[in-house]
């Protein structure tokens, strides 16, 4: 038999992916399988999923996620089911986590689990979360305890009565003063509110709803609670009530800038995860549609560009792209180069990121242009003697002329070598159809992501008439004329040609735009 792992039981927090603990996201990013209910964040999922660079890592490099959760009344995996599926699982040694909504022990039947495990003879480790319990009412601006108003707090389900344990005094409840928490009570509430208020709590008490607690479709409604459930009736579970007199001492919560805005990124999926995590942060739903995939080319031309620049052979190597440093910097590699082939070559890159990626492999940029644009490198480098240099261009199959031209004007001798092609992926369909329905920006970081996105439209839209519907902001002038001669509106251009900057520039558009552009 082999090792028995212990089953992490992880909290995943309330909604916001952000919220899991460090121990938490580092148990994902080791598990063999996941098992998780129906409010895992996805993101948490990809922690899981894009974790292959681990040592210890997975045997076949794929994590299992396996959903187990249950929509409220609707019949899928039994309890029972998925403690055998625990027991099952940790017995042929792997690194089992089970990730449940807020904390494992507020609710989520993370006992009972634990109980099965060890009852299995199978170890198990609890890593906490923080509970929605006392997270729904801070994300509302609410203090679940003051000094001047609630001295206790009391979390109570609205669904109890199947487990065994003792039914809920509702009488104590109402009389027991602080602050009271509601959760799994949404379905119930007018209930719920009225036998709290025939055993003594005054229909007056302040009361707070909350939706989708810190999540960008968080929703809050406040009303005396007799009157509540009529005041909240559009709200959605999950939802927590929180009542007591703390609720009017809520601080106001201050809008996050990108709050209620649909931000389409189409970058390729392995880079854009920090402008995902960047623009989440500020508050925006994002709707990750890559409409690019970078496929490396393994062929002569590259190989001869390779050879000739560790022989020594190029004056200078000129970088348009992080995509270009990334393939050139693998080329190499594979072919068992390493930063030494660069000895003597002066560098030249199209702008801060590609020079940063440059740099996170040790090399320093020679030349950076002030604008991060093909004419202003050409013009940097053209500043220089290039009579008789040879010059490496790597960068994308299909690239404009523009940089090749001008140097070659300039008297350089230019291998334009195509490091990568640029191709169409097959879309998500869910990602399209938001795109379609609710999207109210969509990024662009080059043309060829524009390219991408209309070639998508078009081949899964026969129609493909809301092109002009699309509103675009766009890294830079030539992402943005390239999105205009392909039909799209571009609503805003960055200033700085970089991805913080196009950030800013959709700060600066939702700024002037509080009610949205839709
Ligand atoms: N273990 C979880 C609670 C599970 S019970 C925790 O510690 O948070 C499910 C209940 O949690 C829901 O009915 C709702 O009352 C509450 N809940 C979960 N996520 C929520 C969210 N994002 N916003 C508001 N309430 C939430």
Redesign the pocket.
Known sequence: MPDLQPVLLV?AG??DPRLITLAGADALRRADVVLYDR?AAPELLDLARHADGHSDGHADGKVQLIDVGKAPGGQTVTQDDINQMLIDHARRGRRVVRL?????F???RGGEEASALTAAGIPVRVIP?V???TA?AAAAGIAVTDRRASSSVTIVTGSDGDGGAEPIDWHAVANVGGVIVL????RSIEHIAARLIDAGLSAQTPAAA??????PQQRVITAPIAELSESARTLN????VVIGPTVPLAHPVADLPLAGWRIVVTRPAAQSASMIERLRALGSMVIALPTIEIRPRQDAAVDAAVQRLADGQYHYVALTSVNGVDTLWNALQHRQFDARAFAGVRIAAIGSETARALSRRGLQADVVPAAFTSTALSDRLAAEDLAGKRVLLARAALGSPVLRERLADAGARVDDVAFYDTVTPTPDPDALAELRHAADLVTLTSPSTAQGLVRMLRDTDSAAAQLDSLQAVCIGPVSAAAARQLGLSVAAVADVYTVDGLIDAVLQLASEHPSGLR
């Open positions: 909290g309330p909604g409010l449940k909504g807020g904390d494992p507020v609710f989520g979360g509970t929605s319990a729904a959760m799994m009570a949404w909350i939706e989708r607690a810190t999540t579970p999950p939802v927590t």
